[in-house]
């Protein structure tokens, strides 16, 4: 579980300085910590990864808090921390991707009644997802997973809605091309 971490300054002052000077940032991690680490983990493909990134964010986050206007629109500002520092560690290393061993929570598949075929579709799915290049994976992930239009996830990225509309064409192409999903649809 991904808590944000009091610094060495704060606990040689004292417990009574180890409380965050915001409630309401503690208030909002955890109501929305499970959303933004389901996100963070799309984004990695590792539990440990993700973890580390959603903290990494939500420290940037509470570093902002009082400059941060509109309350409301805190998951969009967090998500775009979240990629925005996981972009800057794709670019600092280019270590291949692996497959993760645990998938976050997957929607039911409609059509599907047998639970094993449900499950071994999202196994499937994901493991596909996860050859996707980095930049195609967010973009799927931000579209059908996060639920946002071309022009948010266009705007999370920082790039055009045409650039969005054709990365997210040739990784569905990808997806519908994989022999693992062939196998699992048959």
Request: charged residues 25%; aromatic residues 6%.
């Amino acid at each position: 579980m991904t808590t944000l971490v009091c610094t060495s300054a704060s606990k040689a002052a004292g417990p009574a300085a180890q409380t965050l000077p915001y409630p309401s940032f503690s208030s909002y991690v955890k109501a929305r910590q499970p959303v933004l680490l389901r996100t963070a983990r799309s984004l990695t493909g590792n539990p440990s990864d993700a973890e580390d990134l959603l903290q990494t964010a939500l420290a940037k986050t509470y570093v902002a808090w009082e400059r941060i206007e509109d309350h409301r629109a805190l998951d969009g500002y967090v998500r775009r921390a979240l990629l925005n520092t996981r972009t800057s560690q794709w670019r600092k290393r280019k270590v291949d991707e692996f497959a993760c061993d645990e998938l976050p929570e997957p929607d039911p598949v409609a059509g599907v009644d047998d639970p094993a075929e449900q499950q071994a579709l999202r196994d499937a799915m994901w493991r596909a997802i996860m050859r996707l290049p980095a930049r195609q994976r967010a973009m799927v992930v931000l579209r059908y997973y996060e639920d946002l239009s071309e022009v948010q996830t266009a705007e999370v990225l920082g790039v055009s809605v045409g650039t969005v509309k054709s990365a997210v064409s040739r990784a569905l192409g990808k997806l519908r091309e994989d022999a693992d999903l062939g196998l699992v649809r048959q």
